[in-house]
């Protein structure tokens, strides 16, 4: 059974975690999900699926923007 | 004449005698002294010509010196001069040196300075920009933990899920 591990923010509702499970499991055929919360996420989530590392964290996304930043 | 203790009768002989003695004398001083004496006087006048000669010589000498001298002075002078405008010549030289080095020196100070100056208002203007960039990430993120809503979580969702890639990594 193929398994997807998502970790979430602290904010992420019961709702917006079924919602991220129902579009992946559509999505990547993925069978079983697993749950796990991590407040350094800040917002937004990370799901390891299949060897791979989708990551829509809040905590990614400022992380790029910053470095933009310091480089111009 | 007897008051004065004189014989008549004797005396033409004794004047005769005296006059013979006189001239006996006169003809043995002669032959005795005259040609010394002539010698002497001839020396003497050889001698003072002599003398004169030399210090005519010794005259002509001086003048000669004296106008050496003279010249030495002028030359001396000269020389003098000479070396008077080439020690000035010599000295307005390593003046101009000292002065070019010296400029040279302050422009390279007033060079590194600028320089030094430079690099320390890039230092400040990059350590002021990273505080303004730590400060205003540290407010977006305190920020959007607070504000971020359920919408904004699906939003990602379905950025991830409509998006060929996503926010894929290799794990």
């Known amino acids: 059974m193929k398994t997807a591990k998502i970790v979430c923010a602290p904010n992420v509702s019961d709702d917006a975690y079924a919602y991220i499970c129902a579009r992946f499991a559509r999505r990547f055929g993925a069978e079983a999900f697993e749950r796990e919360t991590d407040a350094q996420l800040l917002g937004g989530f990370v799901v390891l699926f299949d060897g791979k590392v989708y990551d829509m964290s809040l905590r990614t996304q400022l992380s790029a923007l910053r470095a933009d930043c310091e480089k111009e | ?171």
């Open chain 2, 1 to 171: 004449m007897e008051s004065l203790g004189l014989d008549i009768t004797k005396v033409p002989i004794d004047l005769v005698l005296n006059l013979l003695n006189i001239v006996l004398l006169f003809l043995i001083v002669r032959t005795l002294a005259y040609k010394p004496i002539r010698k002497f006087m001839d020396a003497r006048t050889e001698r003072v010509n002599a003398e004169a000669r030399a210090a005519g010589e010794k005259a002509a000498e001086a003048e000669k010196l004296k106008a050496e001298y003279a010249a030495l002075l002028e030359n001396g002078e000269a020389v003098k001069q000479a070396q008077a405008d080439e020690a000035r010549k010599a000295a307005d030289a390593e003046k101009d040196r000292i002065l070019a080095e010296a400029n040279a020196k302050a422009a390279q100070i007033v060079r590194e300075a600028r320089e030094q100056a430079q690099k320390e208002h890039d230092e400040a203007l990059g350590a002021m920009r990273q505080d303004v960039v730590d400060l205003a990430f540290d407010i977006s993120e305190k920020l959007l933990e607070h504000s971020i809503t359920d919408d904004d979580t699906k939003k990602l969702a379905d950025r991830l899920f409509d998006s060929r890639v996503g926010g894929e990594e290799s794990a």
